[in-house]
């Protein structure tokens, strides 16, 4: 009878012991992937553009600046919100100003860097090469065409385009790129204008 009661409170103390286990298993938090979700590119180079119309001319500005905001939803897709305005030095003609947005493709790269968090060891997963290729749409306003130094034919346009770029990381937040692009503009404006747009950028970009 005292064999099978102290059976009894051994099965039970061993049935206690395995709940606590698997309290306190279900407890322990297991460290989640911390993925930089975003990244900030700043560029500068050639923008060129032709077109014609009501007036016709062509510019060319080495000194652009091109800004976009990268936010991404997989690890090789994205959406970004883009910023580029070519002005002429010295006479600080803006003959090229766009704003808007378009999506992203890395081809044959991840996009992301990721970093995995354990006690005492950090492992960080970031592409060395990315490679990309686009599309995106905006409104542009081009100084189709300059009378002197004050008058000017400006025309506002729907501007849709296509890029590719080469990526190359440097840092753990920090990549060198270079980007080449091309836009087709149709005027709603009152100066009825069509034309293409041409870019060729350097820069970097920078992980949040």
């Known amino acids: 009878m005292c ?23 279900a407890a322990v938090p297991i460290a989640a992937a911390k993925t930089r979700a975003s990244q900030l590119h700043f560029r500068t180079g050639l923008v060129y553009g032709d077109y014609g119309g009501q007036f ?14 990268e936010v991404f939803t997989h690890n090789n897709r994205s959406y970004h919100f883009r910023f580029t305005q070519a002005v ?17 493709f890395y081809l044959d790269s991840k996009g992301l860097v990721e970093n995995q968090n354990e006690p005492g060891i950090l492992i960080s997963s970031s592409p060395r090469w990315r490679y990309y290729v686009g599309v995106d749409a905006g409104i542009a306003q081009v100084v189709v065409q300059t009378f002197g130094s004050i008058v000017q034919a400006v025309s506002n346009m729907l501007d849709v385009g296509v890029n590719g770029g080469l990526m190359y990381q440097v840092g753990e937040n ?16 009152s100066v009825p204008e069509q034309g293409a747009t041409g870019r060729l950028f350097f820069g970097g970009a920078y992980f949040f």
């Open 3 to 25: 064999s099978r009661k102290s059976k009894s409170r051994q099965l039970r103390l061993i049935l206690i012991l395995c709940s606590l286990g698997i309290g306190i298993g």
């Open 88 to 104: 002429q030095l010295p006479d600080s003609v803006p003959f090229y100003t766009y704003g808007g947005g378009g999506y992203r």
């Open 174 to 189: 920090l990549s060198l790129e270079l980007q080449v692009g091309g836009s087709f503009g149709y005027s709603f404006s």
């Open 56 to 69: 016709s001319g062509t510019f060319s500005v080495p000194t652009a600046l091109d800004i976009d905001y």
